[in-house]
Every structure is written in structure tokens, then in C-alpha cells.
């Protein structure tokens, strides 16, 4: 498979209820980035990672733990989420290690789990 | 922050027809102006992309403008066709130094009618 793939592609979960997003890139980025996508409101980029390393959290509640093992993962683990969590989720690669390269380029997602917490 | 306000969010026009779409910045530091389009039920893809020492940047019926003085960016698309329908978003970058950002508007549905 090329590209970046999310799995799952739906998920319905209540709110006292744990789940891991996963998503994984087959382009060799160095990159990669979870972003929420809520209905009527802008992409939000919740978390960054360079190198397997995380360079950014926007102030994203607790509730939402990503993990990155490796340059090709990168997962988002879900505990305790309320039901304006409900969402797409989006997962995105870029190629450079932007430290070095100077801001994000861009970005290539993965067609995103739809959330749904009831 | 970065604030980044995107108008209008429907547009609709008759194919063949011009289409543009604005977006405004808040944070002088941007530097990087991409363009995504997300057609209904699928992922966000890059169109065209602009970086701020460059004015104007063209792929054959797509173009970007930049107004760094007036910090706001346009997406202009000519002859449009029925498959440019889709939602377009624009969006700022903000160079390193420890601050790694990428802030979205909020989306434009463009709407292209045979």
C-alpha cells in the first residue's frame, strides 16, 4: 500500500471507553502530524512529530495521547473522550525534518478514522 | 497566535466561469501559503503552495497570490469545471523556532454548475 493509510476508518466508542487510532506512511517522510476535522470549523493540528520526536502539542487535552515508535507509525490513543470529541481525525506526513528545513511543507494525509463518541 | 480568516465560505459560479477565494493572515513570521482541496468524503490534497518571497505563482488554471504588506493570500481558478467542485482550504505555515505551526482556515465549498 503507498501513501498514508489511518485505520480504523470508523469507530464509535462511549465515553468511558479506550481506543488507539493508527496510522502509518509508505512515502520515507521524516514527519507526521494528527489533525481534528470538525464540521463548520478549520483544521486543527493537534500534534507534531520530527524524527519520531514531538515538537508540538496545541494544547490538546489529555484525554488524547499520541505515540510514535518510529518514523512510518504514529498513533493517537483515546481514553475518556467526550462527545465533542466526535470527529475526522486526520493523520499527515512531510518529507523534511522541518527543523532543518524551516517550517512544514507539505502535507499528505491519510483518509482519516470519523469518530463518533457517544 | 497565528489567526488565519478565509472568505466566502460557499461559492458558486457557472462553469467556465473565474473563482476566487481570500484568506488572510495575522502573524507576520508566515512564510509558507498552501492550498488543499478535499473533495466529499475524501482526504485533503496540496493544489499549490506559495512561500513569502514570491508574488505570484501559476499551474496552468490555478494560481496564487501573495500580499505580504496586506498579509492576505487569494486562490485564483479559471475556466472552472464541474470536478473543481469541492471544499478548499488555505492555510499558514510559521517558520521553526520552536514554534511549529500550520493554522487552517475555515473552507471554502466551491460549487461549479455544468
Known amino acids: 500500500e503507498t501513501g498514508v493509510t489511518q485505520t480504523p476508518r470508523h469507530l464509535v466508542m462511549g465515553m468511558t471507553n479506550k481506543k488507539s487510532l493508527k496510522c502509518e506512511q509508505h512515502?520515507?517522510?521524516?514527519?507526521m502530524y494528527w489533525y481534528k476535522q470538525s464540521a463548520k470549523k478549520p483544521l486543527e493540528l493537534m500534534f507534531v512529530?520530527?524524527?519520531?520526536?514531538?515538537?508540538e502539542n496545541n494544547s490538546v487535552p489529555s484525554r488524547f495521547s499520541p505515540e510514535c515508535p518510529n518514523s512510518s507509525h504514529l498513533f493517537l490513543h483515546l481514553h475518556t473522550l467526550q462527545p465533542e470529541d466526535s470527529a475526522l481525525y486526520l493523520c499527515?506526513?512531510?518529507?523534511?525534518?522541518?527543523?532543518?528545513?524551516?517550517?512544514?511543507?507539505?502535507?499528505?494525509f491519510g483518509p482519516g478514522t470519523r469518530l463518533t463518541v457517544l | 497566535g497565528e489567526n488565519v480568516e478565509q472568505h466566502p465560505s460557499t461559492l458558486s459560479v457557472q462553469e467556465g466561469d473565474s473563482a476566487v477565494i481570500k484568506c488572510t493572515y495575522s502573524?507576520?513570521?508566515?512564510?509558507?501559503f498552501p492550498w488543499y482541496k478535499q473533495e466529499l468524503g475524501k482526504r485533503p490534497q496540496l493544489i499549490i503552495d506559495?512561500?513569502?518571497?514570491?508574488g505570484e505563482k501559476k499551474d496552468q488554471r490555478i494560481a496564487v497570490t501573495l500580499n505580504k504588506t496586506a498579509k492576505h493570500f487569494s486562490l485564483h481558478i479559471t475556466e472552472t469545471q464541474p470536478e473543481d467542485s469541492a471544499v478548499y482550504f488555505c492555510?499558514?505555515?510559521?517558520?521553526?523556532?520552536?514554534?511549529?505551526?500550520?493554522?487552517f482556515g475555515a473552507g471554502t465549498r466551491l460549487t461549479v454548475k455544468p
Open positions: 499527515a506526513s512531510s518529507q523534511d525534518e522541518f527543523r532543518i528545513a524551516g517550517g512544514l511543507g507539505e502535507q499528505f
Open positions: 512515502l520515507g517522510h521524516n514527519a
Open positions: 512529530y520530527s524524527l519520531e520526536e514531538r515538537v
Open positions: 502573524d507576520s513570521a508566515s512564510n509558507y
Open positions: 506559495i512561500r513569502s518571497n514570491v
Open positions: 492555510a499558514a505555515s510559521i517558520k521553526g523556532g520552536g514554534n511549529n505551526d500550520m493554522r
